[in-house]
């Protein structure tokens, strides 16, 4: 009866559009028409805060380390005069990290190693006819960065989702970067990561100054050729920037979302905490629930609202709910259509049987399967990456993978009877395009 009530309550709040005291937005079936305006991210379009973001890589660029200091100053509130992280410092952390998270570390450890091992090609030479061989080989990109965030969270989880294919992939400068703290210090879990997956240089440099000093290299940090890591906008909007000058970067992977697609199947408890999870990020994070019950999402929704007063950071996730959305659909379909539409940064199936409905996703960055699958294992453990596209990127990147840390380099070796086969194709092709220089380049072997 108190159940029935509560329901009764709760299925007056679901109606088109209205906000109340729940800090998610509740539409019930929308049109499509309507599924842009729900599906719009809450974070700064590149051209928000672009002006701002090239300011302040312009004058890196042109001062250094003294424009290093200045923004560390101006935005980390610390004021740094040397940014390196010394092995006194790195053999300081190895000590401050307990024995059990030392174990946990090494668990996610090797759990990720198998993963991304498994992602290594051999090379396959092939015979295209005879006298023509072809073959790709991987090779490590030779310099690169990774930015740990660690603005609001020390995240060294993603000292190990970058560390660890950079060093499979057999990158030899692996430059890190994350912020200071208020001491001017970096988590000691990070260093010690930092330390296991071979990082050279180490800088206490965070935000839009880490991205430029990475990219143009300054008086103590060496300039690389890819960028790596996920982070704020500041973060992501300087990598996108810096795109324009040469530098490669892995993907824009800003700011955490969480699309749950969910039906009566699911445990309204789980949803919620997986909601949740992604929530607590920080203010511009978003999470979506799509469901085909009305039921299931009021089941949901208490729970949220249960599971968010214990929280520590109540008030980030309480910030990133007010972005969010409950989204009831008409059905299975209109659930994995919007799902696709919305193209998550991660996706949770809580959906009867979630390996039919993996078949039908065509945009996401990691998708996690049933009632015990939560997206934290990926986060940490699983073996799968998480520094994964969000804002819709991923309709067309992949999340990062031993791929990201390497080139592929195409081969060719032809025999004179190979040359003597293509030679008339080649030739008629370089001249109809007008190049005779080409054309000769094969006549004269011939
Ligand atoms: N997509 C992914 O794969 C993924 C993975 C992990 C984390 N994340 C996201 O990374 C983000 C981490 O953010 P964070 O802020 O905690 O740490 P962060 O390290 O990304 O950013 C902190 C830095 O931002 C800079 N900054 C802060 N305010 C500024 C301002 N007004 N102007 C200029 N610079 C400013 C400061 O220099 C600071 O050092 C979160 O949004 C989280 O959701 C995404
Ligand atoms: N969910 C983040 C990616 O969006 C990764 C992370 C690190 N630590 C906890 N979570
Ligand atoms: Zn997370």
Not at 8 to 36: D, G, H, V
Not at 342 to 367: D, R, T
Not at 398 to 409: N, R, T
Request: charged share 20%.
């Amino acid at each position: 009866m108190v159940c029935q009530k509560i329901s009764f309550l709760c299925s007056l709040f679901i109606q088109k559009k209205i906000a109340f005291t729940f800090p998610m937005k509740i539409y019930n079936q929308p049109a499509r028409n309507e599924w842009e305006s729900i599906c719009t991210r809450p974070t700064f379009s590149l051209k928000q805060i672009e002006s701002q973001v090239q300011n302040v890589l312009n004058s890196i660029k042109e001062k250094g380390d003294t424009a290093i200091q200045k923004f560390t100053k101006d935005f980390d509130k610390i004021d740094l005069k040397n940014f390196k992280v010394s092995t006194e410092e790195i053999a300081e952390a190895e000590n401050l990290v307990s024995d059990s998270l030392k174990k946990a570390i090494n668990h996610a450890y090797q759990n990720i190693l198998v993963f991304h091992q498994s992602q290594i090609e051999t090379v396959k030479k092939i015979e295209i006819t005879k006298g023509i061989t072809c073959w790709r080989k991987s090779v490590g990109i030779e310099k690169v960065g990774l930015y740990i965030p660690g603005g609001t969270a020390p995240l060294f989880s993603t000292v190990l989702m970058l560390g660890i294919p950079a060093k499979i992939a057999g990158c030899k400068k692996i430059v890190l970067c994350s912020p200071p703290n208020k001491e001017g210090k970096i988590h000691p879990a990070i260093l010690y990561a930092a330390h296991l997956v071979g990082a050279t240089d180490i800088f206490k440099i965070g935000g839009i100054q880490a991205i430029g000093a990475m990219a143009y290299g300054t008086e103590s940090v060496s300039k690389v050729y890819k960028i790596f890591g996920p982070g704020n906008q500041y973060v992501t909007v300087a990598k996108q920037l810096i795109q324009n000058e040469g530098i490669a970067i892995d993907m824009p992977a800003g700011p955490s979302e969480v699309a749950v697609l969910a039906d009566k199947s699911c445990v309204p408890s789980f949803v919620a905490a997986d909601l949740l999870s992604q929530a607590e990020h920080g203010k511009d994070s978003q999470v979506i629930l799509m469901t085909d019950n009305e039921q299931t999402a009021n089941q949901i929704k208490i729970e949220v609202e249960k599971q968010l007063e214990s929280l520590p950071r109540k008030d980030f996730a309480q910030k990133s709910l007010e972005n969010s959305r409950f989204v009831i659909l008409k059905n299975r379909q209109e659930i994995l259509d919007m799902s696709n539409f919305y193209a998550p940064e991660h996706l949770i199936i809580a959906l009867e049987n979630p390996e039919e409905a993996a078949e039908h996703i065509i945009n996401a960055g990691s998708v996690f399967l049933g009632n015990y699958t939560p997206e934290s294992v990926g986060d940490y453990a699983s073996g799968t990456n998480h520094t994964l596209p969000t804002d819709g990127h991923a309709r067309a990147y992949s999340g990062v993978s031993l791929d990201s840390f390497i080139k592929k380099i195409t081969f060719q070796s032809l025999t004179k009877e190979g040359l003597n086969q293509i030679g008339q194709t080649v030739i008629e092709m370089a001249e109809t395009e007008e190049l005779k220089a080409h054309a000769n380049a094969v006549r004269v072997r011939l």
